[in-house]
């Protein structure tokens, strides 16, 4: 089973970190410095267990057989049983052309809601040195050891702090042919220590835990696709979902109130909706609308 592992380390390596060489448990990136840790096949043994290699091949499969959000979801207290982690949160994005952080998917697995909400209205996400490293170079980082070499704003250190997430560690997947977007993955907890024996788990899963995100994104991009919303409703859709009403809308696109109502009728007709948050809702589920 642990030869299975290393087989795919080695696969995925070659394919997606092809500046990377291995010695250790620790990666020698020839093209920089961020970079802390990476799994060496030959050294497999050494950092995991016989129960972490079995605990690990069935989280592998796990990820292979999902197939929803729900199903996404469930993975992650079965990787409790491998990492220690109280609060994880996944994210499918980018760098866009003026170097801002773009994001498609988000599924929050265990951050707080509260957190969450301050970070938005903060517009940390474009503002984090961790983030903008992640979708630039895709190396696993834990927090304590870049934190300082990334210049990470005080102000986002303080907000993890007030809730308890003291240490943790940012890893992700570039993007693999022909998708654009690449991955994040954050996990962390009030004591959550840098080993070796972590680092080589998340290098390992990190690949598998993008392709089961990723197979999501596109099946919500199918679902949307079958809606086949106007140009017109999606921008009547944008705007409901910045809470404005039916005349709110008509004077910014200006068009009448009642060609709003009658726009509104069709969204709700064919997302299969009886209210206006509920058409709103099943539009951000499918990915119609961004939230970011």
Not at 87 to 111: K, P, Q, Y
Not at 165 to 182: I, V
Not at 197 to 214: M, Q
Not at 255 to 262: L, M, P, Q
Request: with cysteine.
């Amino acid at each position: 089973m642990a030869r299975i592992i290393r087989d795919s380390a080695r696969t995925y390596n070659r394919r997606v970190n092809p500046h990377h060489t291995m010695a250790g448990c620790g990666m020698i990136d020839r093209s920089g410095d961020i970079s802390i840790s990476s799994s060496e096949p030959s050294e497999f043994s050494t950092c995991l267990s016989r129960s972490d290699a079995l605990k690990l091949l069935e989280f592998i499969h796990r990820t292979i057989s999902c197939d929803d959000e729900k199903a996404f979801r469930a993975l992650f207290p079965k990787l409790q049983e491998l990492l220690q982690f109280d609060f994880a949160t996944v994210v499918l994005g980018r760098l866009d052309n003026s170097n801002g952080i773009v994001t498609d998917l988000h599924v929050n697995i265990s951050f707080s809601e509260e957190w969450f909400r301050e970070y938005m209205s903060k517009n940390y996400t474009q503002k984090s040195a961790v983030i903008r490293e992640n979708f630039t170079s895709y190396k696993l980082q834990y927090w304590s050891k870049v934190w300082k070499k990334l210049r990470q704003p005080e102000e986002i250190i303080s907000l993890c702090m007030d809730f308890d997430m003291r240490q943790g560690y940012t890893c992700g997947s570039r993007p693999l042919s022909p998708a654009k977007n690449g991955s994040m993955f954050c996990f962390s907890s009030s004591s959550m220590k840098y080993d070796k024996r972590s680092a080589v788990i998340l290098e390992f899963i990190t690949p598998h835990l993008h392709l089961a995100l990723s197979n999501i994104f596109n099946q919500k991009q199918l679902h949307a696709n079958n809606f086949e919303l106007s140009l017109r409703e999606k921008e009547v859709l944008d705007w409901l979902k910045h809470g404005k009403s039916s005349w709110d809308i008509s004077v910014i696109l200006g068009i009448s109130e009642r060609t709003v109502n009658f726009h509104v009728y069709r969204i709700m007709q064919k997302l299969g909706v009886t209210n206006r948050p509920q058409a709103v809702a099943v539009a951000a589920h499918y990915g119609l609308i961004d939230f970011s």
